[in-house]
Each structure stands twice: as C-alpha cells, then as structure tokens.
C-alpha cells in the first residue's frame, strides 16, 4: 500500500512560480512511476506529468511543456512538480499518483494510488 500526501499549492499570480511536493510512503515508492494530474472546476481530470522509477524518463502534456518540471528522489519517496510562467488556466486541484508499474503512462486507469489534492490558484 502506498499513500500519498501533497503539499505546495496556493495562490500565485500569472507568471509566477509554485513548487508541488508529494510524499510517499511504502516501500514500493522507488518501484513505481509516478504522475501529476489535475482538475478545473466543472473539468475532468487531466494528465500533467508523469516520471519513470529511475527518474530518467518523463513526459508531460503539451499545455505545461517548457514550463513545468516533475523530478523525484527515492531515498526521500518524494515526487516534485516545479511550475514555472503559471497561467490562469492552471488554475486546478493538482493530484499525485503512483502508478501499478515502472513505466510512464498518461492514462489515469494506469494509477493505483492518490493524494488528496493541492489546490493551486493563478490570479490574472
């Protein structure tokens, strides 16, 4: 069992930066890829980031290319997501997730455990 605990969001105005951190217990931590996701108001939940076990391979949607960063360290079992040039349709609930494997996947069936969620906030 793994469970995971965001923390990191608020109130940011365009253009500016927050960093995301999710913390994980269980000792499958290092085994797992691992993703962001978020959710607008009246939204569905929408893949972000994702990174692989080893931290060497990630991918992100085209909206946060060259603005977001996802990172981890697994001797600390956290997961980071650097946000940079925030804009308003950033604004969301960003949710961590660790995937059932190794590899990096997009798709939300492909992720066996949650956070509760971090709101993050980008005033025009």
């Known amino acids: 069992q793994v469970q995971l605990v965001e923390s990191g969001g608020g109130l940011v105005q365009v253009g500016g930066s927050l960093s995301l951190s999710c913390a994980a217990s269980?000792?499958?931590?290092?085994?797992?890829?691992m993703g962001w996701f978020r959710q607008a108001p009246g939204k569905e939940r929408e893949f972000v980031a994702t990174i692989d076990w080893s931290g060497v391979h990630t991918y992100y949607t085209d909206s946060v290319k060259g603005r977001f960063t996802i990172s981890r360290d697994n001797g600390q079992k956290t997961v980071y997501l650097q946000m940079n040039g925030l804009k308003p349709e950033d604004t969301a609930v960003y949710y961590c997730?660790?995937?059932?494997?190794?590899?990096?996947?997009?798709?939300?069936?492909?992720?066996?455990?949650w956070g509760q969620g971090t709101q993050v906030t980008v005033s025009s």
């Open positions: 269980g000792r499958t931590f290092g085994l797992s890829a």
């Open positions: 997730a660790g995937a059932g494997g190794s590899v990096i996947s997009t798709l939300i069936r492909d992720y066996r455990y």
